[in-house]
Antibody, heavy 120, light 108 residues
């Protein structure tokens, strides 16, 4: 069955960096666009970024453009989110998600999320 | 950026009754609209995509309708497990693929 397992979250100081990973299994990872979505504590969902099947095409929400970088390693069945210059408002649970095949959205399968806390 | 607005923020309905949730887009998104359900401590679950297509395994009591800027999620007969927060999200043309702020469906 499809599994998405995020890791790499934790406590980081403002201005710091963190790299999130999403390990995928149960499907042909290289056939799917992949996305990151986040949810601040007690708040709604925010789409952040997607990456194409090859990794050649990416897109970002304005709130993270220039600070976050999405990437993937199809040989390792892994998705990444490099987060730099972190701010308090980046505190959230970060989810990776797989869409319906052939599409960018909607987000069909989700990981369990990893919590990122930005605080001094 | 397309703004998605959901109403009401909270909806109180009794089990067995019908629930109707609304989502409005600030500009037309055609039928590029999905609905998700999220329970406390869990990741969201896809219910409906393309405005009216149920995702695999979603019970028939969930239905979606609408196009353009006005969308509705209807739950025909509420079951205890349906009380949750519901989000809409557009996937029209280009990003950002914004979500609505959510509707909390609570037991009356």
């Amino acid at each position: 069955q499809v599994q998405l397992v995020e890791s790499g979250g934790g406590l980081v100081k403002p201005g710091g960096s963190l790299r999130l990973s999403c390990a995928a299994s149960g499907f042909t990872f290289s056939d799917y666009y992949m996305s990151w979505i986040r949810q601040a504590p007690g708040k709604g969902l925010e789409w952040l970024s997607y990456v194409s099947t090859s990794g050649s095409y990416t897109n970002y929400a304005d709130s993270v453009k220039g600070r976050f970088t999405i990437s993937r390693d199809n040989a390792e069945n892994s998705l990444y989110l490099q987060m730099n210059n972190l701010r308090a408002e980046d505190t959230a649970v970060y989810y990776c998600a797989r869409p319906i095949r052939g599409l960018i959205l909607p987000h069909l399968d989700w990981g369990q999320g990893t919590l990122v806390t930005v605080s001094s | 950026e397309i703004v998605m607005t959901q109403s009401p923020a909270t909806l109180s309905v009794s089990p067995g009754e019908r629930a109707t949730l609304s989502c409005r887009a600030s500009q037309s998104v055609n039928s590029n609209l999905a609905w998700y359900q999220q329970k406390p401590g869990q990741a969201p679950r896809l219910l409906i995509y393309d405005a009216s297509t149920r995702a695999t395994g979603i019970p028939a009591r969930f239905s979606g309708s609408g196009s353009g800027t006005e969308f509705t999620l209807t739950i025909s007969s509420l079951q205890p497990e349906d009380f949750a927060v519901y989000y809409c999200q557009h996937s029209h043309n280009w990003p950002p693929y914004t979500f609505g702020q959510g509707t909390k469906l609570e037991i009356k």
